[in-house]
């Protein structure tokens, strides 16, 4: 007899999604002529740069003749795109990594999913809010989370992202053990300055936590002051693993290869109190586990380090903070308060008039200027009375929707 993870029988449906997609099917029926855009979806809508498909094409061919064929990749990755990340993401900003501690995957959202594969079931863990809900219920089914009480998990702790702090959490006073943090933000489109991350970082060395930094949307930072990676503060190295993705950087979502950094200076500990390499549990895991990202998507990655590469890749980025620029100016336009982001995030934050309710105002505006968006409150309690934009849509499409949404508003 099987016996389940019965953690899993805790999760509610993941109905954010199922719920928009049924709100805007529902409107469609009734008014079959009205054309809906989204603004809601957080997949990207540009093609592959022509740099990274030519790499992959030769690798295809590669792969054909038996002189260059490849089988297994090396477990961490392939030397060229783990070099090629050593340098041009990290040793370019001053961080200093040894290929040791990159780890190649099919994306972040399998690491941050999977990294609690190492740590205890007994960690306290603490989430800010709202949040990427994968931290949460990875978190559930590795039976972290207690159970779900007035829709927060008992045994999380939640750090409020508001208008009061600017979307930046503050230090609480309870204890955990291990804290997540994605800046740039998904769905705030918050961005964190060297100084607040540094609090962070001290916070974290003094009381020996674990920070699982996601920097997904790091290529979307315009501000030259902003850290791009967490190890761009001192000490960070003892103290967290930073999650990359070429998802968002470099429309990877239907490629997939993201890497994980795993410092060889990160210590875990035993119940006894000896400390553990983490980079020696996440190579043992990943070894057990994972086979590597395909050759031929690896060297679609690395293309996004040439020259010509990175030049294809930044004006797409430039192409999704120019919708971003336009929607921010139009939603102010028609007297809508973009709480935060679109600014070094291809997100932004509205603050929903009079207080109605995130639902509220997302059916409000699927009527009334016929866009969807994503209500704030699906990605934790204190997203309630906001609504996230996404600004991956195509620049016609961003356009028509803020003339609408200005109609619809006046
Ligand atoms: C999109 C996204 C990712 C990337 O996921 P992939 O699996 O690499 O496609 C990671 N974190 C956040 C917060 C995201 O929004």
């Given at each position: 007899m099987a016996l389940v993870n019965e953690h899993f029988l805790k999760l509610p449906g993941n109905y954010l999604f199922a719920d928009i997609a049924k709100r805007v099917q529902t409107f469609k029926r009734m008014h079959p002529k009205a054309e809906v855009i989204s603004l809601g979806i957080g997949d990207v809508t540009r093609p592959l740069?022509?740099?990274?498909?030519?790499?992959?094409?030769?690798?295809?061919?590669?792969?054909?003749?038996?002189?260059?064929?490849?089988?297994?990749?090396?477990?961490?990755?392939?030397?060229?795109?783990?070099?090629?990340?050593?340098?041009?993401?990290?040793?370019?900003?001053?961080?200093?990594?040894?290929?040791?501690?990159?780890?190649?995957?099919?994306g972040a959202k399998s690491d941050c999913g999977n990294i609690g594969d190492i740590l205890s079931q007994d960690n306290c863990v603490g989430v800010t809010d709202p949040i990427y809900p994968v931290y949460v219920d990875?978190?559930?089914?590795?039976?972290?989370?207690?159970?779900?009480?007035?829709?927060?998990?008992?045994?999380?702790?939640?750090?409020?992202?508001?208008?009061?702090?600017?979307?930046i959490p503050e230090i609480p006073d309870r204890r955990m053990d291990v804290l997540y943090l994605c800046y740039p933000n998904n769905p705030t489109g918050a961005s964190i300055t060297r100084e607040a991350l540094k609090k962070w970082v001290d916070y974290a060395l003094e009381n020996n936590i674990l920070i699982m930094y996601d920097a997904a949307y790091e290529?979307?930072?315009?501000?030259?002051?902003?850290?791009?990676?967490?190890?761009?503060v001192k000490d960070a190295k003892k103290v967290a693993i930073e999650f990359r993705s070429f998802s968002k950087t470099a429309g990877f979502t239907g490629v997939r290869c993201g890497y994980t950094i795993v410092p060889k200076d990160l210590k875990g500990f035993t119940v006894n109190g000896e400390t553990v390499s983490l980079n020696q549990l996440w190579s043992r895991r990943q070894g057990t586990k994972f086979n590597g990202t395909?050759?031929?998507?690896?060297?679609?990655?690395?293309?996004?380090?040439?020259?010509?590469?990175?030049?294809?890749?930044?004006?797409?980025?430039?192409?999704?903070?120019?919708?971003?620029?336009?929607?921010?100016?139009?939603?102010?336009?028609?007297?809508?308060?973009?709480?935060?982001?679109?600014?070094?995030?291809?997100?932004?934050?509205?603050?929903?008039?009079?207080?109605?309710s995130s639902w509220a105002f997302f059916d409000q505006m699927l009527h009334g200027a016929r866009v969807v968006g994503?209500?704030?409150?699906?990605?934790?309690?204190?997203?309630?009375?906001y609504i996230r934009l996404t600004s991956f849509g195509t620049r016609e499409n961003c356009m028509e929707a803020m003339e609408r949404i200005y109609k619809w508003m006046k």
């Open positions: 740069a022509q740099a990274v498909r030519d790499a992959m094409h030769g690798a295809v061919d590669e792969m054909g003749d038996a002189g260059t064929f490849r089988g297994y990749s090396p477990d961490q990755g392939y030397a060229f795109l783990i070099d090629a990340i050593v340098k041009h993401d990290y040793a370019s900003r001053g961080v200093s990594l040894d290929a040791g501690e990159v780890f190649i995957s099919d990875s978190n559930v089914m590795g039976g972290r989370s207690g159970e779900l009480e007035d829709s927060k998990w008992s045994n999380l702790i939640y750090i409020p992202c508001t208008e009061k702090n600017r979307f290529a979307f930072i315009q501000d030259p002051e902003m850290p791009h990676s967490i190890y761009e395909s050759y031929i998507t690896q060297r679609g990655a690395e293309a996004v380090y040439t020259p010509e590469g990175a030049a294809q890749v930044k004006e797409v980025i430039a192409y999704y903070m120019g919708n971003a620029r336009i929607m921010k100016e139009g939603l102010a336009g028609a007297g809508l308060t973009v709480a935060s982001g679109g600014d070094n995030a291809p997100y932004l934050w509205i603050k929903t008039p009079d207080g109605v994503t209500p704030g409150v699906g990605f934790g309690p204190s997203g309630e009375g």
